[in-house]
């Protein structure tokens, strides 16, 4: 599948800020199943990007911007090819071991609620741990109402679960939390999903990895309830939102900031889900 992707970003000031500094993770990186044909990143300031691996491995850019800033737009854009790999991740270099994966934060801690849910699909899913992991996501999203209001980049796992109800993001925490509980390494991943029934979103996506025998890392879109497709595009990973985030940054002075962000995925060739 070929995909057409923009991802904008534009923030506005009611009172101009003296200087925006970002850090940017909005550059996909090849694997066995995903190829960039071209990729570009551009902000309407004058500033210089500055590219670097973060520890994870993920193509990262940081740039300053200079005020006074009324308002600043950051736009990736690019053609992405994919193939289906059955959501087995394989081709890319791991900097980390796996117990690395293992490690708890504030955003995907699970408590007496996640733990004892994680339990109770593992008693009743068998030995196989793929079985189990398909069980543990379908699980995830009978309990979990898709709402877009109900939560926001700051919502932990633990929150999330007791409300019932979040996104992709919140989806992919509590997949976590209860599967670092169980023992396996698992990670957040940032990324796009190609739909067929619209193109414009308002977001990108947001699933998980799981490390299994002899499989290697698995994707896990518990908001979807499958496997990554080749309808996916894998943009970061991380330990959780916080260390994946496609954009975080702070600013100097200004008030009044709005944020709108606009994402396009397009099928030009090929089969969408």
């Given at each position: 599948m070929r995909l057409r992707i923009r991802h904008q970003t534009a923030y506005a000031y009611a009172k101009p800020a003296h200087r925006v500094i970002e850090t940017l993770r909005l550059t996909p990186r090849g694997h066995n199943g995903q190829f960039i044909v071209d990729w570009r990143i551009d902000v309407d300031h004058d500033c210089r990007l500055d590219q670097v691996s973060d520890p994870f491995g993920n193509t990262m850019h940081n740039f300053t911007a200079e005020g006074p800033l009324d308002g600043l737009v950051v736009t990736a854009e690019g053609h992405i090819e994919t193939s289906d790999t059955n959501g087995v991740v394989s081709g890319q270099v791991e900097r980390f071991p796996p117990p690395v994966f293992l490690r708890d934060t504030v955003l995907t801690t699970s408590d007496a609620a996640i733990r004892d849910f994680a339990r109770s699909v593992a008693a009743s899913a068998g030995s196989s741990q793929l079985d189990l992991l398909h069980a543990l996501m379908a699980g995830i999203r009978e309990r979990l109402r898709f709402n877009i209001n109900a939560t926001d980049t700051g919502t932990s796992a633990i929150e999330a679960f007791r409300m019932g109800s979040g996104v992709c993001q919140d989806f992919a925490h509590v997949l976590i939390g209860a599967v670092r509980h169980l023992g396996l390494p698992a990670r957040y991943v940032s990324?796009?999903?190609?739909?067929?029934?619209?193109?414009?979103?308002?977001?990108?996506?947001?699933?998980?990895?799981?490390?299994?025998?002899?499989?290697?890392?698995?994707?896990f879109d518990a908001a979807n309830g499958i496997c990554p497709t080749e309808a996916y595009v894998r943009l970061a990973v991380g330990l959780d939102y916080l260390s994946a985030a496609p954009v975080r940054g702070f600013r100097y002075g200004g008030e009044g900031e709005s944020l709108t962000v606009h994402v396009e995925v397009e099928n030009t060739g090929g089969r969408g889900r």
């Open positions: 990324g796009y999903l190609c739909r067929t029934d619209y193109i414009d979103q308002e977001a990108g996506h947001a699933w998980a990895e799981v490390l299994i025998d002899a499989l290697g890392w698995v994707g």
